[in-house]
């Protein structure tokens, strides 16, 4: 059967190597918010805009989908959740954003430029009040899902302001955000807070091993790198490749230094296909240097793989990792050589 | 799904939903257009969630069934193949849609028809009918004041409302204001049977422009549905369906103008002619105009201290005390466009009360202007 010739663009709200989160429909931990959002919307009492925070990854947007479908008329399956079926009609509505009641902001595909913008300018801010002008157009409620608020620019939240200062009638504004202290403390105090837990780790190993065919090392070291966050555990089994072995391979070499290694491995992520990978691959090192401090301090080794076979204490873990942080950050906001900036921080982990 | 039919048809019935698809568009589904075949008709619908046009039209169905397929495309398709050939569209066995006609051949991609927007529908509660031209002629003479500022969503439109008899007369009257808070536009009609306690509604602008492209023309009846929420328009075979502007029109009543007792009468022609020559000069922000009334003469006058001055003489009908007073010429001109008869009355009071603006010859408009301070 032919390829469908069908014209995509980039969406900004959707994650390297996962799903769009509009078409997830399992929700893996956060009943208790589920619940919370769920109850009040059997009362009729549902607060008019909420804050969904918490890590990339963990499960924001799943769960607002999963809200969404239910405030838009999709049936849950079981009560006081939100499972509404992908089967459902309003489901396929949303997912194909045709629903005319539901509206998503997200950083905008410029079609003249052919990139996703940087931030969520203000015309998009601004279709929400256009969007909450209008009544309803399936006579329910009208939903307005901002993925995410930190992508907003100054003036752009200053308009969301406006609108969550004087919501219409039936009117639910989800607002997703991995960084809630960044935001205004106006918008924050005008939001119901639901900030999302990790999820325990044995329920994402379960979880993670329905869902991909890979070995068991593989998803321990994932769930263990993965701090809770499903969308993330998932998306470094997806590199296991370029992300989790090198990782291993970089971690298990120690006390003996490989220039060869830290090489080929700094070479293959600088890569522009490997871009995710890069990404993963620092965070991945971070928290492990993390886990080492921890330690070094406790005793107690939390990370994945094992421990390093480098003796220091903690602060000069903490050093590093500092250090590591600022290489990374000052590299990209430099546009510097990222083969460059990686290959020294290989180097310096071990380099006493 | 497999039906074939005119080409004209085709080209018709997509010709006048897929204006409605905007050309750029990042969601597929909106880009496309809805076709359901059944029982020899063709059911075409597009939209932009705010508005839905649907037209249905005679085909010759062989299967029946609902796709979606890329709206401007197929209208292209449509537009570039030859008068009189007849045009089969069917889904294929990759799942895309076949266009064939003649020796011509088209894959198309589709995606499925429960993604397609759906604008519910069934709680109208008035239901009536007016003629295209009176429905025309409501919009064209108030559409010129909608407002365009975001904060005062609620002017973004036509507010279309019944207005119960007054004493002494059977009929009520059905009626369309537009207003953007500088000038008010009010245009009515004997209401039509059907729109006793008719809600008033706001309807958006952009509904408005599509709704007078549709019935651009046209001597047919419309017959127009509303509810609290959308209001239906049914044309021929082409019906438009809005969502309305959720908020609360203000009372417009306040501002129209009652005790003006200063009566000017000009020739509209030769008054709308020489506002706009003495605007040439005005500020382009401002775009203010000073008439000044002494007896049976009006002068025009503009003073621009960057640009210079104009003024202009006029010979006018009237008899009041002298007065000087303001107006934005841009406003001037826009109102002049809507007067039908020869002449145009002003009623005013003082240099700081708005003018009431009326047709002589059309009793159902009236235009209100606020001053500038001149």
Redesign the interface.
């Known amino acids: 059967?032919?390829k469908?010739?069908?014209?995509?663009?980039p969406e900004a709200d959707k994650a390297n190597d996962c799903p769009r989160p509009r078409d997830v429909y399992s929700l893996i931990g956060h009943s208790s918010g589920e619940t919370r959002f769920a109850n009040m919307h059997a009362n009729d009492s549902l607060h008019h805009a909420w804050l969904i925070s918490g890590p990339s990854g963990i499960g924001k947007a799943t769960l607002a989908y999963r809200m969404i479908r239910t405030v838009l008329g999709g049936q849950p399956q079981t009560a006081g959740r939100l499972d509404v079926a992908a089967s459902d009609?309003v489901s396929?509505?949303i997912?194909?954003?045709?629903?005319?009641d539901f509206l998503l902001i997200r950083r905008?595909?410029d079609?003249k430029s052919k990139k996703l913008r940087a931030e969520i300018p203000i015309a998009e801010a601004?279709k929400i009040?256009?969007f909450?002008?209008?009544?309803?157009?399936?006579?329910g409620w009208r939903v307005c899902l901002i993925d995410n608020i930190d992508d907003m620019n100054r003036s752009a939240t200053n308009a969301l302001l406006k609108i969550l200062e004087e919501p219409?009638k039936q009117a639910l504004l989800i607002l997703l955000s991995s960084a809630p202290g960044r935001l205004l403390p106006t918008i924050r105090s005008r939001c119901m807070a639901l900030p999302l837990r990790p999820v325990p780790e044995t329920v994402l190993r379960d979880w993670l091993s329905t869902q991909v065919n890979a070995p068991d090392t593989d998803i321990d070291a994932a769930v263990k790198l993965a701090g809770g966050a499903p969308g993330k555990a998932l998306a470094y089994v997806q590199n296991a490749d370029t992300v989790l072995r090198p990782l291993a391979r970089f971690i298990g070499g120690f006390p003996a230094q490989n220039a060869r290694q830290y090489h080929s491995i700094s070479d293959t992520l600088s890569l522009a296909k490997n871009a995710p990978s890069h990404d993963l691959f620092w965070e991945g090192l971070q928290d492990i240097l993390h886990a080492q401090a921890v330690y070094a301090a406790t005793g107690e080794w939390g990370g994945a793989f094992e421990p390093l076979a480098l003796r220091r204490d903690v602060d000069e873990w903490v050093a590093v990792r500092a250090e590591l942080n600022q290489m990374r950050w000052a590299g990209a906001g430099l546009n510097m050589n990222k083969k460059n900036v990686l290959l020294q921080a290989l180097m310096r982990i071990g380099a006493a | 799904m497999k039906f074939s039919m005119e080409r004209a048809a085709l080209l018709g019935a997509l010709g006048h939903v897929q204006n409605v698809v905007e050309r750029r568009n990042t969601i597929p589904i909106l880009s496309n257009v809805l076709m359901s075949a059944d029982n020899g008709s063709i059911n075409f619908v597009a939209t932009d969630l705010d508005i839905e046009i649907s037209e249905s039209t005679s085909a010759d169905v062989a299967i029946a069934g609902d796709v979606t397929a890329p709206a401007h495309t197929l209208y292209d398709i449509a537009r570039k193949l030859p008068d009189g050939a007849e045009v089969s569209l069917s889904v294929g066995s990759d799942g895309r849609l076949e266009v064939d006609a003649g020796r011509s051949h088209f894959v198309l991609p589709l995606l499925p028809a429960g993604d397609f927007p759906k604008m519910t529908a069934d709680d109208f509660t008035h239901n009536f009918a007016l003629g295209a031209a009176e429905l025309a002629r409501l919009l064209d003479k108030t559409k010129f004041a909608i407002s365009t500022e975001e904060t005062r969503y609620y002017l973004n439109g036509i507010y279309f409302h019944a207005v119960a008899p007054e004493a002494g007369s059977a009929h009520g009257k059905l009626r369309c204001v537009a207003t953007d808070g500088h000038r008010l536009a009010l245009c009515e009609m004997a209401a039509p049977d059907g729109t006793d306690g008719l809600p008033g509604v706001i309807i958006p602008r952009k509904t408005i422009a599509e709704l007078r492209r549709l019935i651009d023309g046209l001597s047919e009846t419309v017959e127009i549905s509303v509810s609290e929420a959308k209001i239906r328009f049914k044309v021929g075979s082409a019906v438009l369906t809005s969502k309305l502007i959720d908020g609360t029109f203000p009372d417009y009543d306040r501002v129209i103008p009652k005790d003006g007792d200063k009566k000017l009468v000009i020739d509209n022609g030769v008054f709308a002619s020489a506002v706009d020559r003495v605007s040439t000069i005005s500020a382009e922000k401002s775009r203010s105009i000073k008439l000044t009334l002494e007896g049976d003469n009006l002068t025009l006058a503009v003073n621009n201290p960057e640009h210079g001055n104009a003024r202009e003489d006029l010979m006018v009908d009237y008899g009041a005390e002298n007065l000087e007073i303001g107006f934005n010429a841009k406003y001037l001109l826009d109102v002049t466009t809507q007067i039908e008869a020869r002449d145009v009355h002003f009623s005013l009071s003082d240099p700081a009360s708005p003018a009431l603006v009326t047709d002589p010859e059309d009793d159902g408009a009236l235009f209100v202007l606020m001053p500038l301070r001149v």
Not at chain 1, 4 to 9: A, D, K, M, N, S
Not at chain 1, 95 to 100: R, V
Not at chain 1, 132 to 139: D, H, L, N, P
């Open positions: 059967m032919a469908p010739i069908e014209q995509t663009y009609p396929k509505r997912q194909s954003l045709g629903h005319g905008p595909y079609l601004r009040g256009d909450f002008s209008r009544k309803a157009s399936e006579g219409p």
